[in-house]
């Protein structure tokens, strides 16, 4: 059901990207930036092999017409892998657990709908072989100009586990990161969350992107942030790495607005998109 929607010093500055969703209109350079409430929601549906693609766009319709007809004001968004296992995450982002609650409680009180999401889910059952869930809470500390950058048909997520007793040396890292990408690549944006229900000591470092060619732009600054690091911060650098990370791992998305349900703020700044004709 897709309202639990609660996934060296070059892999390094690629780490922190950027996310949020359903909130105020800011700006940030030449960019339009959504920024959202902090608690970030993901379920994640892996598929069986040959059940991607259309056969799970088409079964994810039934959830997003159910949730249109009855109006609901619990939204989300799709992102389909483009690396890694097939799959899809379904995000949401709330401004708190007691707003998660009180969405919960307006679709089981409406029977019609809860009928509706129970024969998708069903269905969407038959094309899946594996589902979970995850709650995040946005961390401000560890961002940088963090936002939905409107526009976005990509996001990259990087997620880190720091080793147990290690969380100091990860703070630091983080710090010495964010320092030299504002000195050395001010223009960086990228958004951390970190893991509250679902598991534990792990973060998650989510950017937007709107083509190819940005990515291969991101890339391309890696030089500018390598001097503003600076021989002796590099060391460092590689050094609490080396201590404080257990796992790291990226993988790129795409966006799927057709298995979408988004808020409102996505679709009023780019409605072509989002809700194209047929």
Known sequence: MKLSICSQCTALSVMFLSFASS????????????????????QREFTKPGKEGAAHEKSEAAFVKAMADAKATDHYYALTSLSGRPRVLFLSTYPS????????????????????LDR????????????????WMRRDDMSLNQGYRVGARYEELTQFVVRPGHMGEWTELVKLVIDAYKKGVPDAHWGTYELVYGGGGTFLVITTLRSGEEIDSNFAK?????????????????????????SRQSNLFRIAPKMSYPPDQLVQAEPEFWTPKP
């Open 97 to 116: 657990f007691a707003e998660i609650e009180a969405e919960r409680k307006k679709v089981n009180a409406n029977a019609s709908l809860s009928a509706e």
């Open 23 to 42: 909130a105020t209109l800011t700006v940030y350079a030449q960019d339009k930036v959504i920024a959202g409430p902090k608690i970030l929601t993901i």
């Open 222 to 246: 890696d030089p500018k942030f390598i001097e503003a690091l600076g021989p002796e911060g590099l060391k460092k650098l590689d050094a609490l790495e080396a201590a404080c990370v257990e």
């Open 120 to 135: 998708a889910n069903e269905a969407d059952g038959d094309l899946l072989a594996e589902t979970n869930s995850s709650m």
